[in-house]
């Protein structure tokens, strides 16, 4: 019979990590980076959208001018100065329309692009929570249900705003629902479908834990 001897690791030698820990710490890791990703584009995206309707609402005619080429409402613009040189022949500052029209068009404009901003800051709360180590809850399943409904709805809002900019005579056309909405309409559906496996997951977890 051979006797294999005994070798004491040493104290100092550090042991290696779960499986499972290292998992989750890869996934804490990529969570943060994505959480701040979607962080800056919330930040610039919202920022965009409020400069844009402000333009459009003050009808302003400096630094960022709104208008229209076409029947379609434009925007040009230059950091530190103004932008009066910068017009074309063909577009029209929003200053030679009616204030009604200006009026209407800046909560329209928010309105077009709101499901857009949900959709990143609902990202953003559900990286966060992936940050935190929580991944199969009904917090990540709620923010995974408020994303879903939120590209629907992105899907689905230029049903609304664009014929109404239509007739402000900032939008050349009354129907428009392009290849982008119909995929965004499609993904929104799947996602509703993935919320409502995870619920019933959910359920049957909480329902485990009671019992044991």
């Not at 009808?59 to 709104?66: F, K, L």
């Not at 609304?160 to 005579?169: A, D, N, R, S, W």
């Amino acid at each position: 019979m051979t006797v294999l001897p005994f070798v004491r690791p040493h104290d100092d030698e550090p042991l290696p990590p779960p499986p499972m820990q290292e998992a989750e710490r890869r996934l804490t890791g990529y969570a943060r980076s994505l959480r701040t990703l979607f962080f800056g584009l919330l930040a610039v995206s919202g920022t965009l959208v409020a400069v844009g309707a402000a333009a459009l609402a003050l009808r302003s005619g400096a630094y960022v001018v709104a208008g229209t080429v076409n029947h379609r409402l434009t925007f040009i613009g230059m950091i530190g100065a103004p932008a009066a040189g910068m017009t074309s022949q063909d577009f029209i500052p929003v200053s030679r329309l009616p204030t009604w029209t200006t009026s209407l068009g800046a909560p329209l404009l928010i309105l077009r692009f709101l499901p857009g901003l949900l959709v990143l800051m609902f990202l953003y709360r559900l990286f966060d929570l992936y940050a935190k180590s929580e991944v199969f809850t009904f917090a990540t399943t709620r923010e995974i249900r408020n994303i879903s409904c939120s590209v629907l709805a992105y899907s689905c809002v230029s049903l609304v705003t664009h014929p109404l900019m239509y007739f402000l005579g900032l939008f050349p056309e009354v129907f428009s629902w392009d290849m982008q909405q119909v995929d965004a309409f499609v993904l929104g559906i799947i996602l509703l479908a993935v919320t409502y496996v995870m619920k019933i997951g959910n359920r049957i977890q909480e329902e485990q834990k009671d019992y044991i």
